[in-house]
Structure formats: structure tokens, C-alpha cells
T-cell receptor
Framework: DTEVTQTPKHLVMGMTNKKSLKCEQH?????MYWYKQKAKKPPELMFV???????INESVPSRFSPECPNSSLLNLHLHALQPEDSALYLC????????????????FGAGSRLTVL | AQTVTQSQPEMSVQEAETVTLSCTYD???????LFWYKQPPSRQMILVIR??????QNATENRFSVNFQKAAKSFSLKISDSQLGDAAMYFC???????????FGIGTKLQVIP
């Protein structure tokens, strides 16, 4: 299995809703990432989990709350979002860094297209 | 801070022809990796090719090859025998050894003309 699976593919929510994005991989990768991507822009890093611990938080507003329940799953909990948070949210995973073959290579999911009304 | 520059916002190529996408980067590190990722309109980012900075030999993957000039901090992607399925946004990316944050360029949109 060489895939990162993201659900849902599309999500429309109001500013008062609470929703979650889910990401799953079964490649044995121990680093998982959330990226936000606006149209015609490169992905922007939001969070990194390494061995199920949060290792990077790029000063993301608290209305985004990540969770890594186990080595295969990554969630992004959404609450009280703003219309400017509408974007494509990409999950990615990678092997641990440190010289191993394929280290640092990100495997991306297909993304969750979020629209905040 | 590391930066990645893609100076060509859009490129076009005739089907079956060759096209080269440019990328330059700035870093003071000696150990790092460079990548080209492709993002078709279907939106999934896919790795095209990877280059380790310590390797002098340019990476190749079938029709895709790079010209890695470490001293010049240049990392261009050559696509040979272009196909319609190559149409996508191409992002050049950099990551230093033992680090987790990738720096992406702004992307080059490639159009393939039948």
C-alpha cells in the first residue's frame, strides 16, 4: 500500500460548525504532515507529527487542532473557521529523516477541499 | 533562510518535444535534498524526481531528468518526449538533511499542446 488516503474529498461548513479532516497511511511512515494550499500557490506547512508527537506547529490559529491517534492516522479538527480558511488541505507522510533511501520524500494524499461559508 | 525560486510562471511545449523548467535555490547548508513535484488538475501532488546534494550524478526517471549544478545552486527539470499527461503545475522543492520542513517554489504551470 503506497497511498495516503484523505477524507472527505469535499467539505462545506459554516463558521460555527465543528468538523474533522482525516488522513490515513499504511506505509510505515513515522512522520505525518498537514499542509494548506490556496489556488495557484505552493503548499504551506501547518503541522508535523514525528513518531506521533507534534514536532512542528507553524503558528497555526487554534481553530485548527491536529491529532495523531496512532502511527497510521492523522486528524485535523476544525472549529469556528473563517471564510479565508477555505482551501485545499493536503496530508502527507514520509519516512524518518537520516539518510535512509526515500527519506524526506513526501507522499501526498489527494486533499480535502474545504469551503467555509 | 532557504529560498527556492522558479522564474517561469507558465511554460508550454508541443507534444513529443522537450521542455526544461528552471529552479534556483539559496542555502548555506551542504547536506540537502532537492525535488520536483507535479500537481495535475486532479490536485494530488506526486514526486517526479529526487536529487541528493552529495551526489554529483544527475538523477533520471524515465523521460524526466535534472541538471543539478551545486555551485550555481541550480536544479532544472528536463521533460523529454512530452505527453499530454505531463500537463500540470510543477513545484521545485528543497529540504535540508534531518529536517522536516520543505521549502517549495511558487510553481511553474506546464501546458502541453497536442
Amino acid at each position: 500500500d503506497t497511498e495516503v488516503t484523505q477524507t472527505p474529498k469535499h467539505l462545506v461548513m459554516g463558521m460555527t460548525n465543528k468538523k474533522s479532516l482525516k488522513c490515513e497511511q499504511h506505509m510505515g511512515h513515522r512522520a505525518m504532515y498537514w499542509y494548506k494550499q490556496k489556488a495557484k500557490k505552493p503548499p504551506e506547512l501547518m503541522f508535523v507529527y514525528s513518531y506521533e508527537k507534534l514536532s512542528i506547529n507553524e503558528s497555526v490559529p487554534s481553530r485548527f487542532s491536529p491529532e495523531c491517534p496512532n502511527s497510521s492516522l492523522l486528524n485535523l479538527h476544525l472549529h469556528a473557521l473563517q471564510p479565508e480558511d477555505s482551501a485545499l488541505y493536503l496530508c502527507a507522510s514520509s519516512r524518518p529523516t537520516g539518510g535512509s533511501s526515500g527519506a524526506n520524500v513526501l507522499t501526498f494524499g489527494a486533499g480535502s477541499r474545504l469551503t467555509v461559508l | 533562510a532557504q529560498t527556492v525560486t522558479q522564474s517561469q510562471p507558465e511554460m508550454s511545449v508541443q507534444e513529443a518535444e522537450t521542455v526544461t523548467l528552471s529552479c534556483t535555490y539559496d542555502t548555506s547548508e551542504s547536506d540537502y535534498y532537492l525535488f520536483w513535484y507535479k500537481q495535475p488538475p486532479s490536485r494530488q501532488m506526486i514526486l517526479v524526481i529526487r536529487q541528493e546534494a552529495y551526489k554529483q550524478q544527475n538523477a533520471t526517471e524515465n523521460r524526466f531528468s535534472v541538471n543539478f549544478q551545486k555551485a550555481a545552486k541550480s536544479f532544472s527539470l528536463k521533460i523529454s518526449d512530452s505527453q499530454l499527461g505531463d500537463a500540470a503545475m510543477y513545484f521545485c522543492a528543497y529540504i535540508r538533511e534531518s529536517y522536516q520542513k520543505v521549502t517549495f517554489g511558487i510553481g511553474t504551470k506546464l501546458q502541453v499542446i497536442p
